[in-house]
């Protein structure tokens, strides 16, 4: 498996560390329903398929990536800046 | 037709008869409308629950359903170690019921499983976790579980080609279970589905569960690619594939998906009389009986469905074997496989009843549910027959994650940065 960095181009998995599933969101609030919490530290819909998560690439350009990869070929169809996928929801949000 | 039983006698018999007579170990069978109790998924923790069910709880209309063959998933893939060296208290008794059920196997299911008490030797490389093997081992003499500290003198004897002086890891000693050891996986399944075809259970294969049908809140059977199948009880045993089952009836579980790779090499003489584990990385070997070496480490890291894994951690994996035993640098590697783990999020396993009335589930255990399986067909069968968890895991809830109460054995589980 190879990532395609946005900033490094195409680099070996050893390059990169994983941190899971990227649609989890923390909740907004530190006093949100315990039930909130607990969806988003623990739970997962762990698809068979198309997964976006994130990966950091900690030996390149240290960028957080949120990638879309499925989960039973490993082939990726998406890579691209966690930062901008931030800033899209955030833009969404006020819109 | 039930097979025969296994014998001196019936080998004799079969020797004279040039190996005619031999009965097919289990019945193909073709699902019933309808039964007591349908187990999904055919690995070692579904036969074992099946034959449990039957045997000791009296529940004979029991189907297993395996979308593929019996043996295909990890119970066929995993290395083979049973072991019950755990540390918290809602693991050490679990365990050692599993090491016990172990000991007695192949008599109460009439199969040779091939189970060899070996010992398990867990090396450690440093004070701070020579102390950490203390301490467990100390727990497992407690709760009445063999465990005993080897120096380095001790390991040398045992091991003597280690790599003793490794400038950065020199090995100070281990901790070893002599109880513990290795059992041959497929037999395992083979034999438990062997012994509950006996009893009665239809085993079928091919047949993969693709919905679970719920009446009121309650589940009330499964449809198939052979078909609808009624059932007065559905539990589910689906290893690496438990969140997509699951789904099924609605529910959303604490698991990951990953995948674990498992290497073996070319054939050598006997060299290694036990199964060994490097302290200061992630490596573990053992010899199987044809002579090859059997190894493993982590998983691989990412979610994953596809049985196969990375270069990376085959590399992660030959470097802790070099720095632990340089001499089987030259050995050549055979063949490589994967299997699919689901990693709970603490790095424990599932035992319990779910917010569906009628559905059970077990599930989550991550890269160490071989040595379980026994036990785990055990509770699990009390659990379906009884509607209660067997005393020995009555920690492996579904709700302990919102309770706060996870079992954090040895800090893994999928992300363990997560907690
Ligand atoms: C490489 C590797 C090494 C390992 N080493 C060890 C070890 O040394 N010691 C140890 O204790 N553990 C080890 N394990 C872990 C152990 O193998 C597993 O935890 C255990 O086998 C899981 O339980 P099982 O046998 O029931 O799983 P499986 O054999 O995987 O059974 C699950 C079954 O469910 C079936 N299924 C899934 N979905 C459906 C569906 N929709 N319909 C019907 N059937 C379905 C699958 O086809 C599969 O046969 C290892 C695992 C791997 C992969
Ligand atoms: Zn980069």
């Known amino acids: 498996m190879r990532l395609n960095c946005p900033c490094c181009g195409p680099r070996g ?27 988003y530290v623990y739970l997962r819909d762990n698809p068979a398929g198309p997964h976006r998560e994130l990966w950091y690439h900690g030996a390149g350009c240290r960028s957080w990536l949120v990638v879309t990869r499925d989960t039973r070929t490993h082939a990726i169809s998406d890579v691209v800046r966690a930062v901008d996928v931030a800033r899209a929801d955030k833009e969404g949000a006020g819109s | ?85 755990y540390l918290l208290p809602g693991n050490v008794p679990f365990y050692e019921c599993a090491m016990k059920l172990w000991e007695g196997l192949e008599q109460d299911i009439n199969y040779n499983a091939m189970v060899s008490q070996r010992g398990v030797l867990n090396l450690f490389h440093n004070d701070a976790q020579r102390n950490a093997y203390i301490r467990r081992g100390n727990a497992m003499r407690l709760n009445g579980v063999d465990a005993e500290l080897l120096d380095a003198q001790a390991v040398r004897r045992k091991l ?129 009986d044809k002579g090859g070496l059997v190894f493993g480490g982590d998983i691989d890291g990412y979610n994953s469905y596809a049985q196969r894994g990375n270069m990376p951690v085959i590399e992660d994996v030959c470097e802790g074997g070099m720095a632990l035993m340089p001499r089987i640098g030259r050995v050549r590697l055979l063949r490589h496989w994967g299997g699919l783990m689901d990693m709970t999020m603490d790095g424990s396993p599932i035992i319990d009843r779910t917010p569906v009335d009628s559905l059970y589930l077990n599930a989550g255990w991550c890269y160490g549910g071989f040595k379980a399986t026994p036990a785990s067909g055990l509770c699990f069968a009390h659990l379906i027959a009884r509607d209660e968890p067997h005393p020995t895991a009555t920690a492996y809830r579904l709700d302990r994650f919102a309770r706060g109460a996870v079992i954090d054995e040895k800090g893994m589980g999928a992300q363990p940065n997560l907690h």
Not at chain 2, 20 to 43: F, H, L, S
Not at chain 2, 186 to 198: F, P, T
Not at chain 2, 247 to 258: F, K, Q, V
């Open chain 1, 13 to 39: 998995l050893e390059e990169f560390t994983y941190r899971g599933d990227a649609t989890v969101r923390r909740p907004e609030s530190p006093t949100a329903p315990a039930q909130d919490w607990v969806d």
């Open chain 2, 1 to 85: 037709m039930p097979s025969n039983r296994y014998s001196l006698f019936s080998l004799l018999r079969e020797t004279l008869r040039g190996h005619t007579g031999w009965q097919p170990a289990w019945r193909d069978a073709t699902p019933q409308a309808a039964y007591d109790v349908v187990i999904v998924g055919g690995g070692g923790h579904g036969l074992a629950t099946a034959y449990y069910l039957a045997r000791r709880y009296g529940i004979k209309r029991v189907a297993v359903v395996e979308k593929g063959w019996i043996g295909n998933g990890n119970i066929g893939r995993n290395t083979t170690i049973i072991r019950s060296n």
């Open chain 2, 160 to 288: 003597p080609f280690l790599n003793f002086d490794n400038a950065r890891f020199p090995i100070q000693g281990g901790l070893l279970q002599r109880r513990g050891g290795t059992v041959r996986h497929d037999a395992v399944a083979w034999g438990y589905a062997r012994a509950a075809d006996r009893l009665g259970v239809d085993i079928i294969q091919n047949c993969e569960v693709t919905g679970i049908r719920t009446q009121n809140g309650r589940a009330v059977g499964v449809e198939t690619t052979r078909g609808y199948i009624g059932a007065g009880r559905v539990a589910l045993a689906c290893a690496g594939n438990s969140s997509r089952v699951a789904a099924m009836a609605g529910l959303r579980l604490p698991i990951e998906s990953h995948v674990l790779q498992a290497f073996v090499s070319e054939g050598l003489k006997p060299f290694i009389d036990c199964v060994a584990t490097f302290g200061a990385g992630h490596f573990y070997i053992s010899q199987s």
